[in-house]
């Protein structure tokens, strides 16, 4: 299971209490989601203590669980629970795709992908979304999908068999992994 934000699947069982109702929480197939999944809005995976890519392997793993209902740490119950975590995905691959084409278009720091990401966004939120997309740089460097040579400053990279270039891999932000 990944290490870092990654849910923890509580098992169902006679002992554990159900939901008041006398439903045992194995017939709701229900997992508790703590900050994984929340019953409003979306998990922020913060740089560096975030890692991106256990995060959506773990939303992957939970999709396959084929959840009916979430019981998050904050807000309410999810009761469509399935296309919540779908929600979830498609929301990260989108963000993620926003990162690649800010880059594409020359914004190279976290900074300027922030101002053009983020644009309609509330500019006293832009530091906390800085380090969301730091964890996407992050991965996406992992991935040699984006280079860097300092930390700071990145570009996408061209796949391998263009014009006999290869993806550099380089230090994620901050210099380390």
Same mark, same amino acid.
């Given at each position: 299971?990944?290490? *870092? *934000?990654?849910?923890?699947?509580?098992r169902a #069982?006679?002992?554990?209490?159900?939901?008041?109702?006398?439903e045992?929480?194995?017939?709701?197939?229900?997992?508790?989601t703590?900050?994984?999944v929340?019953?409003? !809005?979306s998990?922020v995976?913060?740089?560096?203590? !975030?890692d991106?890519?256990?995060?959506?392997?773990s939303?992957?793993?939970?999709?396959?669980?084929?959840?009916?209902?979430?019981?998050?740490?904050h807000?309410?119950?999810?009761f469509?629970?399935?296309?919540?975590?779908?929600?979830y995905l498609a929301?990260?691959?989108?963000r993620?795709?926003?990162?690649?084409?800010a880059?594409?278009? #020359?914004?190279?720091?976290?900074?300027?992908?922030?101002?053009r990401?983020y644009?309609?966004?509330?500019?006293?939120?832009?530091?906390?979304?800085?380090?969301?997309?730091?964890?996407?740089?992050?991965?996406l460097?992992?991935?040699?999908r984006v280079?860097?040579g300092? !930390?700071?400053?990145?570009?996408?990279?061209?796949r391998? #068999?263009?014009?006999?270039? *290869?993806?550099?891999?380089?230090?994620?932000? #901050?210099?380390?992994?």
């Open positions: 299971m990944p290490r *870092s *934000s990654a849910a923890r699947v509580v #069982g006679s002992a554990l209490a159900g939901t008041g109702r006398g045992p929480l194995a017939a709701e197939r229900a997992v508790f703590g900050d994984h929340l019953g409003r !809005g998990t995976v913060e740089w560096p203590g !975030g991106m890519a256990d995060y959506l392997a939303l992957e793993l939970l999709l396959d669980r084929r959840p009916e209902r979430l019981y998050p740490g807000g309410p119950p999810v469509d629970a399935v296309a919540r975590v779908e929600g929301h990260r691959r989108d993620e795709a926003q990162v690649l084409a880059l594409a278009t #020359g914004d190279c720091t976290p900074a300027e992908v922030v101002a990401v644009a309609e966004v509330d500019p006293a939120l832009h530091p906390a979304a800085e380090l969301s997309v730091r964890a996407h740089l992050v991965k460097v992992r991935e040699g280079a860097t300092d !930390g700071e400053r990145f570009t996408p990279t061209r391998r #068999g263009r014009a006999g270039t *290869s993806p550099r891999r380089a230090r994620p932000p #901050g210099g380390g992994e």
